[in-house]
């Protein structure tokens, strides 16, 4: 089985196919070996394990994922390298390579179809312009998600990983500290795609809790919550979450008289709150609602 496709060689079949990478899909093809390998080592795959691939391009990445000889799914948009990796994966019998926009794919159905799997990882150096809608996608989506190893822009791999009160925090990092443990594995800088990229990245892991970092009855409560209060961040929370009208006819007031219920100062900014405090508000909001 090849696991390792050499860059020249993957050059050379851009060429003859006459493609131009595009900027506008995110198309910046990794071009390091030992990178390709670091990636592979922290998805921790194994025989046996499905592993969906977004974007696998020309196809470095998804051929070694399948010398781990798990199952790779990979979803592709640019029809334009479906020949590509037909002549880079023709050969692998362990690689189904799938065009469609990965942001309107049911990852849990197209995995179910494939390979009858009900669980997969998904591994992938992420274009970055789908960075945020796919991982959201991922998360709230899809239930079959066991972990993901994604290589992404650094400043978002930052966002992850934010701590209440700093910038980088929102309403983005909340979503994923609720679903997952989030952590940076290694930076990657921009000189090792082709063409290079005005940004340097990191690789992360997104590891899925098995239940929820905190117990919510209500999560698309939840999540309304954590959006309005980050949606105006200079406000305090008791004006940006009654300005973003959540509940028909809640003033000030009543947001004020809810957050001191739920232990929680009405003069502080959204982005102080951890998801503790989301969740005691969410619960005080249904309670004024009964
Ligand atoms: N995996 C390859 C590598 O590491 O060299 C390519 C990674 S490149 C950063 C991103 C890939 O995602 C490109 O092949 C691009 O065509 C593809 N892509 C862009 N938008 C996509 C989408 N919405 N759904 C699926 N693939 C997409």
Redesign the pocket.
């Known amino acids: 089985m090849s696991e390792q496709v050499s860059f020249g060689r993957i050059r050379a079949i851009l060429e003859k196919h006459n493609i131009r990478l595009?900027k506008s899909?995110?198309?910046?093809?990794?071009m390091d070996g030992n990178i390709v390998r670091k990636i592979v080592t922290a998805s921790r795959v194994a025989p046996g394990d499905v592993v969906v691939?977004?974007?696998?391009?020309?196809g470095?990445?998804?051929a070694a994922l399948a010398g781990t000889c798990a199952h790779v799914v990979a979803?592709?948009?640019?029809k334009r390298?479906l020949p590509v990796l037909e002549e880079v994966l023709g050969g692998l019998q362990n690689v189904t390579v799938v065009s469609?926009?990965?942001?309107e794919v049911d990852f849990d159905q197209l995995v179910a179809r494939a390979t009858g799997a009900t669980t997969y990882k998904v591994v992938?150096?992420?274009?970055?312009?789908?960075t945020t809608p796919l991982i959201m996608h991922l998360l709230r989506g899809q239930s079959g998600v066991t972990e993901m190893v994604l290589?992404i822009q650094l400043e978002v791999a930052d966002r992850l990983v934010a701590r209440p009160g700093s910038k980088d925090y929102g309403a983005f990092t909340v979503t994923v500290q609720y679903y997952c443990r989030p952590e940076i594995l290694f930076r990657v800088p921009r000189t090792v795609f082709f063409p290079q990229p005005e940004v340097d990245s990191a690789v992360v892991r997104l590891a899925k809790r098995q239940e929820p970092e905190v117990a919510v009855d209500d999560e698309d409560l939840f999540f309304t919550l954590v959006r309005g209060a980050f949606g105006q961040r200079r406000k305090t929370l008791a004006n940006a979450l009654a300005g973003a009208k959540i509940f028909p006819g809640w003033t000030r007031a009543i947001w004020e008289e809810v957050l001191k219920r739920a232990g929680i100062d009405p003069r502080c900014r959204g982005e102080t709150l951890g998801l503790a405090e989301f969740a005691a508000l969410a619960r005080a909001c249904r309670q004024r609602l009964m």
Do not use: S
């Open positions: 595009r899909l995110g198309q910046n093809f990794l691939e977004i974007g696998p391009g020309a470095t990445l998804t979803v592709e948009l640019d390298l469609k926009d990965a942001l992938a150096n992420l274009p970055y312009y789908i290589m």
